[in-house]
């Protein structure tokens, strides 16, 4: 039996999909809630899809196995200790940029872990430790004021 694997297209489709029913799930829950709801259920579905979007958006940035075996040889330029742990902080990383501090110093990890590669997986980690600088800032501002 063969390996089939997702084109790389398919990682926001399916992230989108993905949390269109947990959102749909969580705005479920809030029309169920007998006083009034807290949450719009509209913004449930909107924060769902958004979140399972970027997330499979990323996930299809970093996925190696959609590259071709040209692009191979340009990955990486020296030798890691473990891809596979590069690798996990990365995409760690990449999963929890929106949580303040946590976000920062996993996306931190994760660009020293990958210092040495080339391509998908080293661009999304430094876009993640980007958004996760911005989302930290703001976070210590509305902390400190």
């Known amino acids: 039996m063969r390996n089939m694997r997702f084109p790389w297209w398919a990682g926001p489709i399916v992230g989108a999909l ?7 799930k969580v705005a479920a829950e809030e029309v169920a809630k007998k006083p009034a709801p807290h949450l719009s259920p ?12 970027a997330v499979g958006f990323l996930i ?4 190696f196995s959609t590259l071709r075996s ?3 040889e340009t990955v990486s330029s020296s030798p890691s200790v473990s891809p596979v742990l590069d690798r996990f902080f990365a995409l760690i ?8 501090v946590v976000g920062l110093v996993l996306n931190a990890i994760a660009l020293v ?14 876009i993640a ?17």
């Open 93 to 100: 990383g990449i999963g929890l940029f929106f949580v303040p």
């Open 129 to 145: 430790a980007a958004l996760s600088l911005v989302l930290s800032a703001i976070f210590l501002g509305i902390v400190l004021s």
């Open 18 to 24: 993905a949390g269109l029913y947990i959102g749909a």
């Open 60 to 63: 299809s940035l970093v996925e």
């Open 42 to 53: 509209t913004g449930c579905i909107v924060t769902g899809f958004a979140i399972g979007t």
């Open 113 to 126: 872990a990958t210092r040495h590669e080339r391509g998908r997986l080293r661009t999304a980690s430094w």
């Open 70 to 72: 040209s692009d191979q």
